[in-house]
């Protein structure tokens, strides 16, 4: 049996196994061990042999010390009130527009992914601060919970990042050059958001209508309510890619920045810190499993050979390179429908990477081109979350909005599907999208 029909038996019953809601981790280390022992002639021996080392090997990671880091600095923030302050702050600019309201959550959510990095928890944060003042300014049920489902997505899109930290690992990528590679395009992401909602109150007013107009002193107020939270924000991605530090160091300022902030203002306790504490070790346990998981599927991936078949077959097959990556763009978009964001870039990245990498785009470098194929897959990764039948943000949001029907939310978040598109297909087209920060700041 060739390694590609091996590799595809074992994400044939993968698949099969998350029909069945075993837990992601759980499935990919069973069906990696099953391949395993299958590609070495049935010796168990070898496998238990192979498993001695497997979780030292992975946890030991030093790169792997920035994903808690991140975490704790996310739950800091949510439980310190911080991101009741960035919605407020850009709601005393933007509130008084039509549709003002839900931009302001968008740019909440973008500011919030800035010192957050998971997109679930951005949605149930900003969905909690926001949905009640998006109620109270009378905006429709599917333009107020798919705005904001579509917002979370910003999460892992604004920098740092967990997916992004996980692809660097996974490929051996500078995490800062990723960080900054995606800084432009999540604030196109943003943007382009806030044009939707902007088109929807435009045919239909009585979907965001305008709210009261702030005062300059309070919107000031504001503004020096949320700068210690943009602070954080640059010193970190400012001192991950100038070299002031390195990603470890930089979440570990980061994080102690959002907890002291969190306290001196008044919005976390004793109780907070210890919730963060819990949420982070709850979280970074579920993540380092699935780590280990893919570690061990991997391992039998790699043992079959598919990923070498799989990128000799398609050189071979006389595809252009272009359309060699719109179907596996298009495979991320159906993954979603099954699967998370961290889960897919664990199971894909070790079988599309070689592929991509093996192929010409646009005359770009061996960097150029990883970079680039990071912030593509990211931002397809992202629209799995908002699309119909998964879409973790849609029922995240809709569980928040218990007076809005399900499919009022996924019929709200279809204009910010569009937008998505547009959007991958302009990266697509325009690498230097991507990277233009990094070639212009020294990358």
């Given at each position: 049996?060739?390694?590609?029909?091996?590799?595809?038996?074992?994400?044939?019953?993968?698949m099969?196994?998350?029909?069945?809601?075993?837990?992601?981790?759980?499935?990919?280390?069973?069906?990696?061990?099953?391949?395993?022992?299958?590609?070495?002639?049935?010796?168990?021996?070898?496998?238990?042999?192979?498993?001695?080392?497997?979780?030292?090997?992975?946890?030991?990671?030093?790169?792997?010390?920035?994903?808690?880091?991140?975490?704790?600095?996310?739950?800091?923030?949510?439980?310190?009130?911080?991101?009741?302050?960035?919605?407020?702050?850009?709601?005393a600019?933007?509130?008084?527009?039509?549709?003002?309201?839900?931009?302001?959550?968008?740019?909440?959510?973008?500011g919030?992914?800035?010192?957050?990095?998971?997109?679930?928890?951005?949605?149930?944060?900003?969905?909690?601060?926001t949905?009640?003042?998006?109620?109270?300014?009378?905006?429709?049920?599917?333009?107020?919970?798919?705005?904001?489902?579509?917002?979370?997505?910003?999460?892992?899109?604004?920098?740092?990042?967990?997916?992004?930290?996980i692809?660097?690992?996974?490929?051996?990528?500078?995490?800062?050059?990723?960080?900054?590679?995606?800084?432009?395009?999540?604030?196109?992401?943003?943007?382009?958001?806030m044009?939707?909602?902007?088109?929807?109150?435009?045919?239909?007013?009585?979907?965001?209508?305008?709210?009261?107009?702030?005062?300059?002193?309070?919107?000031?107020?504001?503004?020096?309510?949320?700068?210690?939270?943009?602070?954080?924000?640059?010193?970190?991605?400012?001192?991950?890619?100038?070299?002031?530090?390195?990603?470890?160091?930089?979440?570990?300022?980061?994080a102690?920045?959002?907890?002291?902030?969190?306290?001196?203002?008044?919005?976390?306790?004793?109780?907070?810190?210890?919730?963060s504490?819990?949420?982070?070790?709850?979280?970074?346990?579920?993540?380092?499993?699935?780590?280990?998981?893919?570690?061990?599927?991997?391992?039998?991936?790699?043992?079959?050979?598919?990923?070498?078949?799989?990128?000799?077959?398609?050189?071979?097959?006389?595809?252009?390179?272009?359309?060699?990556?719109?179907?596996?763009?298009?495979?991320?978009?159906?993954?979603?429908?099954?699967?998370?964001?961290?889960?897919?870039?664990?199971?894909?990245?070790?079988?599309?990477?070689?592929?991509?990498?093996?192929?010409?785009?646009?005359?770009?470098?061996?960097?150029?081109?990883?970079?680039?194929?990071?912030?593509?897959?990211?931002?397809?990764?992202?629209?799995?979350?908002?699309?119909?039948?998964?879409?973790?943000?849609?029922?995240?949001?809709?569980?928040?909005?218990?007076?809005?029907?399900?499919?009022?939310?996924?019929?709200g978040?279809?204009?910010f599907?569009?937008s998505?598109?547009?959007?991958?297909?302009?990266?697509?087209?325009?690498?230097?999208?991507?990277?233009?920060?990094?070639?212009?700041?020294?990358?």
């Amino acid at each position: 049996m060739s390694g590609i029909a091996v590799g595809s038996w074992i994400f044939v019953l993968l698949m099969v196994l998350l029909v069945v809601r075993v837990p992601i981790g759980i499935a990919m280390f069973t069906m990696g061990a099953a391949g395993y022992v299958y590609l070495t002639g049935g010796e168990l021996g070898l496998l238990l042999n192979s498993l001695k080392n497997l979780a030292y090997a992975r946890l030991s990671n030093y790169d792997l010390v920035v994903i808690p880091l991140f975490l704790l600095m996310g739950q800091f923030a949510t439980h310190g009130g911080l991101s009741a302050a960035l919605f407020r702050f850009v709601s005393a600019f933007m509130g008084h527009f039509k549709g003002g309201v839900a931009m302001a959550a968008i740019g909440a959510c973008a500011g919030f992914g800035a010192i957050c990095g998971s997109s679930l928890a951005t949605a149930a944060t900003m969905g909690q601060v926001t949905l009640p003042e998006l109620k109270r300014a009378k905006y429709s049920g599917a333009l107020s919970t798919g705005a904001l489902a579509a917002g979370g997505t910003l999460g892992i899109m604004i920098p740092p990042s967990v997916p992004l930290v996980i692809y660097a690992i996974l490929t051996q990528e500078s995490i800062g050059k990723l960080f900054m590679a995606a800084v432009l395009p999540g604030i196109i992401a943003m943007i382009g958001y806030m044009i939707v909602i902007k088109i929807v109150v435009t045919i239909n007013p009585a979907a965001g209508p305008a709210g009261p107009r702030v005062a300059w002193p309070e919107r000031m107020k504001a503004l020096l309510q949320v700068a210690p939270v943009l602070g954080v924000f640059v010193v970190v991605i400012v001192g991950i890619y100038g070299g002031w530090a390195n990603p470890t160091e930089a979440a570990a300022i980061g994080a102690a920045a959002c907890g002291v902030l969190a306290i001196a203002t008044g919005g976390m306790r004793l109780r907070g810190v210890l919730d963060s504490a819990l949420g982070t070790a709850q979280a970074t346990a579920m993540i380092f499993l699935v780590l280990m998981g893919a570690d061990m599927l991997n391992t039998a991936l790699a043992l079959s050979q598919m990923p070498t078949e799989l990128a000799t077959w398609v050189k071979a097959s006389n595809l252009t390179p272009m359309v060699v990556m719109v179907v596996i763009l298009i495979i991320y978009i159906l993954l979603g429908c099954v699967m998370d964001s961290l889960a897919m870039i664990l199971l894909t990245i070790p079988i599309f990477y070689p592929v991509v990498m093996g192929l010409e785009f646009h005359g770009m470098t061996a960097t150029d081109k990883s970079i680039w194929f990071g912030i593509l897959a990211l931002m397809v990764v992202e629209i799995g979350l908002v699309h119909p039948p998964v879409g973790m943000n849609v029922y995240i949001i809709n569980r928040l909005a218990k007076d809005v029907p399900l499919t009022e939310t996924f019929k709200g978040v279809m204009p910010f599907l569009a937008s998505d598109l547009i959007r991958i297909i302009l990266l697509l087209a325009f690498p230097a999208i991507s990277l233009v920060l990094v070639r212009t700041f020294g990358g």
